[in-house]
């Protein structure tokens, strides 16, 4: 079992940003591939940005790519997302799962978290 805690998130004007930070425990961290996802209100979870359990590969969905970046580190055991260029479109709660040596085209499905943290609400105003 592995406890996931989010911070980091608020209100900000399009074009601003956002780091998100998630603190995990219970789990040696160096064994999780750890995401973030986003669920805006009327709509489906979507993947965000994953990066494997050693920090060797991180993938992103492709309406972030360029303006997100996640990153881990195993001696803190935290994941950060931080979020550039943000846009009225990236409103939602962002949630942090995690679980044990997920990667290519298992990292996108949610289905395949069996850890999630509480979430985070993240607004960004035109």
């Known amino acids: 079992q592995v406890q996931l805690v989010e911070s980091g998130g608020g209100l900000v004007q399009a074009g601003g940003s956002l780091r998100l930070s998630c603190a995990a425990s219970g789990r040696t961290f160096s064994t999780l591939t750890m995401g973030w996802f986003r669920q805006a209100p009327g709509k489906e979870r979507e993947f965000v940005a994953a990066?494997?359990?050693?920090?060797?590969?991180?993938y992103y969905a492709d309406s972030v790519k360029g303006r997100f970046t996640i990153s881990r580190d195993n001696a803190k055991n935290t994941v950060d997302l931080q979020m550039n260029s943000l846009k009225p479109e990236d409103t939602a709660v962002y949630y942090c799962?995690?679980?044990?040596?997920?990667?290519?085209?298992?990292?996108?499905?949610?289905?395949?978290?069996?850890?999630w943290g509480q979430g985070t609400q993240v607004t960004v105003s035109s």
């Open positions: 799962a995690a679980d044990r040596y997920l990667s290519g085209v298992q990292v996108a499905s949610a289905y395949k978290y069996g850890n």
């Open positions: 990066v494997t359990w050693s920090g060797g590969s991180t």
